[in-house]
T-cell receptor
């Protein structure tokens, strides 16, 4: 069935350190993955996406890694800043499935100054 | 330009009452989505509109939930005979064409059913 989950519900890092947020998915048919950031009281904000024909994609201070062998997705944030504190969600779309995203429960990232 | 807007931002209602939640998508976006987010949880897909196609209602939890999208723009999510378990934040998102386009989310409507 469809499910997207997370290894850790919370993550606390020091300002300036690198952060790694993990996500596991169970549907090998998923072909599109997205990371969202949600700050308190706001709607989710797109961070970065990756398609299943790629293993890695880089953005500004963020990198998404996709390991299809173990069905694992990670978000790396370089030089984490206090403004990065938020809940991070991964989401997947299933190839050939309905046009909807399946979201994980989220990881709360806290950046300590 | 303007993002996705939702109204009201907060809604408190009594059990058994009907509520309507409104979403104004980004102009020109043909795809519109409704999600529900319970406290401390991820987003639960409710319904998806794409252009003039029949909406994907596969995520609606019961027949008390319905949604319309008039003129391919504004959408209204209606919950009839609200129950306490309906309490959640209801999020709307829009994208240019489909689900592999970036979805832009509104701020959500926090619904509290007493």
């Amino acid at each position: 069935g469809e499910s997207v989950g997370l290894h850790l519900p919370t993550l606390s890092v020091q300002e300036g350190d690198n952060s790694i947020i993990n996500c596991a998915y169970s549907n090998s048919a998923s072909d599109y993955f997205i990371w969202y950031k949600q700050e308190s009281g706001k709607g989710p904000q797109f961070i970065i996406d990756i398609r299943s024909n790629m293993d890695k994609r880089q953005g500004q201070r963020v990198t998404v890694l996709l390991n299809k062998t173990v069905k694992h997705l990670s978000l790396q944030i370089a030089a984490t800043q206090p403004g990065d504190s938020a809940v991070y969600f991964c989401a997947e779309k299933n190839k050939g499935g309905s046009e909807k995203l399946v979201f994980g429960k989220g990881t709360k990232l806290t950046v300590n100054p | 330009g303007a993002g996705v807007s939702q109204s009201p931002s907060n809604k408190v209602t009594e059990k058994g009452k009907d509520v309507e939640l409104r979403c104004d998508p980004i102009s020109g976006h043909t795809a519109l989505y409704w999600y529900r987010q319970s406290l401390g949880q991820g987003l639960e897909f409710l319904i998806y509109f794409q252009g003039n196609s029949a909406p994907d209602k596969s995520g609606l939890p019961s027949d008390r939930f319905s949604a319309e999208r008039t003129g391919g723009s504004v959408s209204t999510l209606t919950i009839q005979r609200t129950q306490q378990e309906d309490s959640a934040v209801y999020l709307c998102a829009s994208s240019l064409t489909g689900v592999t386009d970036t979805q832009y989310f509104g701020p959500g409507t926090r619904l509290t059913v007493l």
